[in-house]
């Protein structure tokens, strides 16, 4: 069975730009969730999302949005991107959604955003 | 608020001795604990998970953890590392806002 799958890989933008991170989820799982992992620290939430609805919002600013479709597939946007957005963008999807305790999450590979 | 704290940014051992790699929780209930690694250039992988069974819980790859109330602990132990082993460790706490809190992780270093 596939895992959690994210693209693109790698990306490098600059200043100022908007950026769109995209993830598919397991087969199944209607939950998705989005993590930043700036480098040498552990990883941030940054939203959650279930049947298409945000569920969860981390403290980070507006420029960050993002959008879960029928599929349950996802995408992260930010926009006028600092130089500190430069990190390892995360997704986890999970079965349920509910937030709950047994509800594990799985880990896609990430994306790494580098803005220059 | 839940959090988890690893005192150990970095654990050297050399291969087939004991792995201890040591965490500590603040919570106002009864946690969800977890301890997740990730491996160079690749996702987080789930190794094992507290949800208030045992207290004492096996995972993945030999590893296994205990959680000690009285201690606020959630340690992670294996009896004899292996050089596949080395990799970024990450305690974790579910917070009961639909998200995960992660610990600052701990570096772990095979030695052969």
């Known amino acids: 069975d596939a895992g959690v799958t994210q693209s693109p890989t790698h990306l490098i933008k600059t200043r100022g730009q908007q950026v769109t991170l995209r993830c598919s989820p397991i087969s199944g799982h209607k939950s998705v969730s989005w993590y930043q992992q700036v480098l040498g620290q552990g990883p941030q939430f940054i939203f959650q999302y279930y049947e298409k609805e945000e569920r969860g919002r981390g403290n980070f600013p507006d420029r960050f949005s993002a959008r879960q479709f029928p599929n349950y597939s996802s995408e992260l946007n930010v926009n006028a991107l600092l130089l500190g957005d430069s990190a390892l963008y995360l997704c986890a999807s999970s079965l349920a959604g509910t937030g709950g305790r047994t509800d594990t999450q799985y880990f896609g590979p990430g994306t790494r955003l580098t803005v220059l | 608020a839940q959090s988890v704290t690893q005192l150990d940014s970095h654990v050297s051992v050399s291969e087939g001795t004991p792995v201890l790699l040591r965490c500590n929780y603040s919570s106002s209930y009864s946690p969800s604990l977890f301890w997740y690694v990730q491996h160079p250039n690749k996702g987080l992988q789930l190794l094992l998970k507290?949800?208030?069974?045992?207290?004492l819980v096996k995972g993945i790859n030999g590893f296994e953890a205990e959680f000690k109330k009285s201690e606020t602990s959630f340690h992670l132990t294996k009896p004899s590392a292996h050089m596949s082993d080395a990799a970024e460790y990450f305690c974790?706490?579910?917070?009961?806002?639909?998200?995960?809190?992660f610990g600052t992780g701990t570096r772990l270093t095979v030695i052969p």
């Open positions: 974790v706490v579910y917070t009961g806002a639909n998200n995960l809190f």
């Open positions: 507290y949800t208030s069974a045992a207290t």
